[in-house]
């Protein structure tokens, strides 16, 4: 079924258009993988992992068992108080179900959960199978919430409708469509600002809202890390918008701004100097030389105490050649940090690479970067060998094949449990590469077994 | 013995259930040089193989055809031979396993016919002789679809499409029977082993060095012990790093014997005995005293052999032991959440030490359900479990990591058991059977409530101290 919310995601503004687009990137609305080198997360991998950081609502999976049973609870992004969406809610589908449709079966599900928990919304995701039996998800929807009195929000993004990137972009036009606007806040400042991105990895926006609220800002929502359901749904009164390293949610920013007038800039708390640009582009949109002189003297002092610590480890890190592979916009943001410390980026890629990502690492690494665009494992541990690396920076998927190849290796993706955001992150993330690549583990594993070993002659 | 009921619920609440490729796809990481490869949306691998990489610490070589929307519906039988071709040329495997997915099922792919089709236009130059070839894989095809049944299914149906898809090796030489055996040159000494999903790569080193002491040469299909056990290898592979090899399979019919250990294999035993004419001998599971007694008495009286040494030792260690824990375990009331067969398995062993169950929850009906030693199993979620283990007040819940919020919510100690455990390490270590597997749940089981008491006490106490503390201020 054609829906709605899926065509005005191909339609937005903050897409790249076409015509800037390589032609191998061109078609990426009409995705195909390579045949024997399928890798990475599907749609509903991304719309779901975008929206289940909207932690107090129930979000239940339309299918049958292998889309929920596979990955619910098992996400790393932490919460301050609700743990719903680390439950596992899913309509189950039986062949039964397949046959003779499967609404009826959802709306008992939505019943239930309700019932048992009393969400203040829940998501609905499509699957593959439920977009191919052609059920009327959203008529389906429509009468749970009237029964149930709770807004329920069907999310268009089957699996098979291509990459990980456009499940992230589907969940932005749906919040945009349907969340953003329809609370109204009755505690509005004019310091209110939303993050758009950033999932809360290990607790990375906990490190960030202390420094903004020692500006006096105050962070309505983050989509979608930590985040309420209402406090979303009020975002449309913030006053400005961050979108942190998300090129797949710009377009959410972009409608925030074309409907209800809230100014967006680009940053990443990945480093000093990005926090510290961060700090000041919060100071720009939302005015006054009072708060932009506040904001100068906050990052002077940060910096002051923050710059010795960097140097321990910019002595012990210095010359240090890393590969960065990480989803989506974080590399760019990363290289940075790296910098800071003294780390060389010798190759950078991402399986998701917008051709932009790709010019902005090109920018941070010179035009002779070596861009990682294969995902097959077996290639970090041949370009490694190949640029004498150190190190792979990697989300955890990846971890396994280093740790087997006996390269250090440093998680930066969801099952992190250090967060590297603000000014005592990029403290830590020097803390965690020292660590990791001056294990003693490394001898002990590298040296070979007595049988290994030739025999003096 | 056990009532069978269902939770009567229509919906997936906190599930138990995983779905039947992932069942199947473990069949097939048993094997060596091989690869599985599910035939659905590249989400259907990425999901499975973060779960699998999260449980055994190990990268998983598991792939995916990467059905898209428009394949979904005008067919993917040329996307299928495209995979198929790059597959072979990028991994080099011996064995493929296709395994369906519901989007493959919905759509209606003929995979049989199309695996037929594959192989007459590929690999129909191997049969003219003088032609340059390397050996074709053996690429099997298995129905798998997520939306029925569940893991113990899709095992149960990969091991079953293996075992009646592998070529024996008719031709080839004899077996040489393992040295210093007393059992005759002239009989067969190698034994096929089909396991089921309860057993990790602990279980079958012990129960392979079990059956060799008789003289006998276990080939164990699927063999987790050598490829998902967490273990270093010299370089890095793109397929499985160790399993039952292709060669082995083309021997299997000179097994005399099919042993089926785990009720999930029953079915594949059955096939296997079928067609090789082997004697078989299968068991629901291989957890406590009585069931590997029964084993040790099988293969004494085909054998002719006395059990060694250490078997002796190792079965006197699980008297003392079973005697040992009975003190901790009796009258503990206990919830388990599991696949049929180590439900079985791990609920009759803490039975055997007097231990009441209070809820058993698996996640899909199976026939050995029936042969648990209490009261009533129920088909269901997790929230079942949850439920019943409050209203029957067990004391400890035997299950995965996602058991553990339940247990942290009923404020109860916790036995991880069974997949996924992805908060801890050493999941191919959690033994359920044999003597020394057996000895080992029972004693994690009573550490666990042990700490869980102490845990409990040192509270008591602070709580105690606290308050006298503020009484002797107050006063």
């Known amino acids: 079924m054609v829906n709605p919310d899926s065509l005005r995601t191909f339609t937005e503004s903050a897409c790249d258009r076409g015509d800037t687009k390589s032609v191998k990137k061109r078609d990426s609305g009409r995705w195909k993988p390579r045949p024997g080198e399928v890798l990475g997360g599907c749609t509903f991998d991304g719309a779901i992992s975008t929206l289940v950081p909207i932690a107090d609502s129930a979000h239940i999976v339309h299918g049958p068992i292998g889309c929920a049973g596979n990955s619910w609870g098992s996400r790393g992004i932490l919460t301050s108080a609700h743990d719903l969406y680390r439950r596992g809610f899913t309509s189950d589908l039986s062949e039964q179900d397949i046959v003779l449709g499967a609404g009826r079966r959802l709306f008992a599900t939505i019943a239930e959960v309700v019932g048992r928990h009393r969400p203040p919304a829940v998501f609905v995701y499509e699957t593959c199978v439920t977009a191919m039996v052609g059920d009327d998800l959203d008529a389906v929807c429509l009468a749970a919430a009237v029964h149930t009195g709770v807004p329920v929000i069907p999310v268009h993004g089957a699996g098979f409708l291509g990459t990980r990137n456009l499940g992230a972009r589907i969940a932005g036009t749906v919040l945009l469509e349907r969340v953003i606007g329809t609370v109204e806040p009755d505690d509005v400042t004019d310091l209110d600002v939303t993050l758009i991105g950033g999932f809360n990895l290990a607790g990375e926006l906990w490190e960030v809202l202390p420094i903004l609220a020692r500006l006096g800002l105050r962070v309505r929502a983050c989509i979608s890390g930590d985040a309420r359901y209402a406090d979303v749904a009020a975002a449309h009164r913030s006053r400005a918008t961050m979108v942190v390293c998300s090129p797949a949610l710009l377009g959410l920013a972009l409608g ?66 890393a590969i960065l592979y990480t989803d989506e916009a974080r590399s760019w943001s990363l290289i940075a940090a790296l910098a800071d410390l003294g780390v060389q980026v010798v190759a950078a890629g991402t399986s998701r690479s917008s051709d932009d990502a790709i010019r902005r690492i090109h920018e941070v690494l010179g035009p002779d970067a070596r861009i990682i665009d294969e995902t097959d494992p077996s290639n970090f541990l041949r370009i490694a060998d190949e640029t004498a690396a150190d190190v792979l920076i990697a989300g955890g998927r990846n971890m396994y094949t280093a740790l087997k190849g006996r390269l250090p290796f440093l998680d930066i993706n969801q099952d992190r449990h250090v967060p590297y955001s603000g000014y005592r992150g990029a403290v830590e993330l020097g803390h965690q590469l020292d660590r990791a690549i001056s294990n003693p583990v490394w001898a002990h594993v590298r040296a070979g077994a007595p049988w290994d070993i030739a025999a003096p002659a | 013995m056990a009532r069978i009921a269902a939770s009567g619920r229509k919906a997936g609440l906190d599930p138990l259930k995983h779905s039947q490729p992932l069942g199947a796809a473990l069949v097939f990481l048993g094997l060596a040089n091989a690869i599985p490869i599910l035939h659905g949306s590249k989400g259907c691998s990425s999901f499975a193989n973060e779960l699998l990489v999260r449980h055994y610490n190990e990268p998983v070589p598991l792939q995916s ?19 198929l071709d790059a597959f072979q040329a990028r991994q080099c495997p011996e064995i493929m396993g296709l395994l369906t997915t519901g989007i493959t099922e919905v759509s209606g792919e003929d995979i049989t016919g199309q695996l037929l089709q594959y192989r007459r236009d590929r690999y129909a130059a191997t049969d003219v002789p003088g032609t340059e070839h390397a050996a074709p894989p053996l690429i099997v095809g298995v129905s798998t679809p997520d939306f029925r049944g569940g893991m113990s299914d899709g095992w149960s149906a990969a091991l079953r499409a293996l075992v009646n898809s592998i070529p024996f090796d ?44 008789f003289g006998l040469a276990p080939v164990f299909v699927p063999d987790l012990s050598a490829s998902l056990d967490g273990h270093l290898a010299s370089s890095w592979k793109p397929t499985t790093t160790g399993g039952t090899s292709l060669a082995q399979l083309h ?36 957890s406590g005293l009585a069931a590997v007694d029964g084993l040790v008495g099988v293969l004494m009286a085909r054998t002719g052999i006395q059990p060694s040494e250490e078997a002796r030792r190792s079965r006197a260690r699980l008297a003392d032991g079973l005697l040992d824990t009975h003190v901790t375990l009796g009258g503990v009331r206990v919830a388990l959440a599991m696949e049929p067969e180590a439900l079985v398995a791990v609920g009759s062993l803490l039975c055997a030490v007097g231990a009441e169950i209070v809820a058993a929850v698996s996640p899909t009906p199976a026939p050995v359900l029936a042969d648990a030693p209490w009261d009533e199993i129920v088909i269901g979620d997790l929230i079942d479990l949850e439920d019943r283990a409050l209203e029957g007040g067990a004391e400890l819940v035997v299950g995965s990591s996602h058991v553990r919020a339940v247990s942290d919510r009923l404020g109860v100690s916790h036995l991880p058991a069974g997949f996924p455990i992805y908060d801890r390490f050493g999941s191919s270590l959690r033994t359920t059977a044999g003597y020394e597997g057996s000895l080992r749940l029972l004693t994690d089981a009573a550490n666990r409530l042990l700490d869980h008491r102490h845990q409990q006490n040192v509270r008591t106490r602070a709580a105690g101290s606290a308050s006298r503390t503020t009484t002797a201020s107050g006063a």
Not at chain 2, 268 to 286: I, K, P
């Open chain 2, 251 to 286: 021997r299997l019919d000179r097994a005399g014997l099919v042993l089926t250990i785990g009720a999930t294999a029953a079915e594949a035993g059955v096939d296997l005995a079928g067609r090789t004419g082997a004697d078989l001998v299968s068991y629901d599971h291989l």
């Open chain 2, 65 to 83: 055809t990467g059905i898209s929307e428009i394949t979904a519906v005008v067919g993917g039988g040329r996307d299928l031979v495209q995979n």
């Open chain 1, 256 to 321: 925030m701004e074309e409907r209800h007038g809230i100014p967006w800039f680009e940053g990443s708390f990945y480093g000093v100097a990005a926090t510290s640009d961060a700090l000041r582009g919060f100071a720009r949109l939302l005015g006054g030389a009072e708060l932009a002189q506040r904001t100068e003297e906050l990052i002077a002092a940060e910096q002051t105490a923050v710059r010795p610590k960097l140097a321990s480890y910019r002595e012990r890190l210095a010359g240090k050649r």
């Open chain 2, 170 to 213: 008719a031709g080839g030489p004899a077996d040489e029977p393992t040295e210093g055996a007393a059992y005759g040159a002239t009989e067969r000494p190698t034994v096929a082993v089909l396991v089921g999903p309860s057993l990790v790569a602990a279980d079958v080193d012990e129960l392979a060095r079990l059956i060799r002491a």
